[in-house]
T-cell receptor, first 110, second 114 residues
Framework: DAKTTQPNSMESNEEEPVHLPCNHS???????IHWYRQLPSQGPEYVIH???SNVNNRMASLAIAEDRKSSTLILHRATLRDAAVYYC???????????FGKGTTLSVSS | DAGVTQSPTHLIKTRGQQVTLRCSPKSGHDTVSWYQQALGQGPQFIFQYYEEEERQRGNFPDRFSGHQFPNYSSELNVNALLLGDSALYLCASIIRDRGSSEAFFGQGTRLTVV
């Protein structure tokens, strides 16, 4: 799986939007961009994934650059429950394992 | 629908002992992955089972072995435990989604080796 680069940590205030960046300059044409998050003392949970077009779901939005070399996970209104480690992962083979990096630790203040 | 369940939740073992961790995937999911997560690190992929066979393996020694049963549940075995094996062990059940996969994780088993 191709490599991703994320900031080690980010801070946000409650009820403000949060933009979590991910660089993946060596992405291939078949790589999907996945985001998972891990809340304290829990296993990771799926957030969102996409291939080329921007994606929205109830948890977040995924904005993918036109050249696909970077993407941004957008939390529209951060809450204290969004404090977690966010992982950006590239994956292109159905049924094979997801490989995690170190992720971004998001802190949310009230 | 029950999610991914792992047992036990916590475990303390002595160096040199052997341990078995168990995982039941989500209903209908036939692929199980195991991960090791040390404190402050991201999950490290150990191996993945599908149709009762190990299909993919990460960079872990042979002390780490596994098994998948016909009902898709899985076990992770670690022999000759080292202090460095202390970690959170996560199980994930995998579904195929178009050209990629989605993983559903359990809460993990916290293993402490003393």
């Amino acid at each position: 799986d191709a490599k991703t680069t994320q900031p080690n940590s980010m801070e946000s205030n409650e009820e403000e939007p949060v933009h979590l960046p991910c660089n993946h300059s060596t992405i291939s044409g078949t790589d999907y961009i996945h985001w998972y998050r891990q809340l304290p003392s829990q296993g990771p949970e799926y957030v969102i994934h996409g291939l080329t077009s921007n994606v929205n779901n109830r948890m977040a939005s995924l904005a993918i650059a036109e050249d696909r070399k970077s993407s941004t996970l957008i939390l529209h209104r951060a809450t204290l429950r969004d404090a977690a480690v966010y992982y950006c992962i590239l994956h292109n083979q159905a049924g094979t394992a997801l490989i995690f990096g170190k992720g971004t630790t998001l802190s949310v203040s009230s | 629908d029950a999610g991914v369940t792992q047992s036990p939740t916590h475990l303390i073992k002595t160096r040199g002992q052997q341990v078995t961790l168990r995982c039941s995937p989500k209903s209908g999911h036939d692929t199980v992955s195991w991960y090791q997560q040390a404190l402050g690190q991201g999950p490290q992929f150990i191996f993945q089972y599908y149709e009762e066979e190990e299909r993919q393996r990460g960079n872990f020694p042979d002390r780490f072995s596994g098994h998948q049963f016909p009902n898709y549940s899985s076990e992770l075995n670690v022999n000759a435990l080292l202090l460095g094996d202390s970690a959170l062990y996560l199980c994930a059940s995998i579904i195929r989604d178009r050209g990629s996969s989605e993983a559903f994780f359990g809460q993990g088993t916290r293993l402490t080796v003393v």
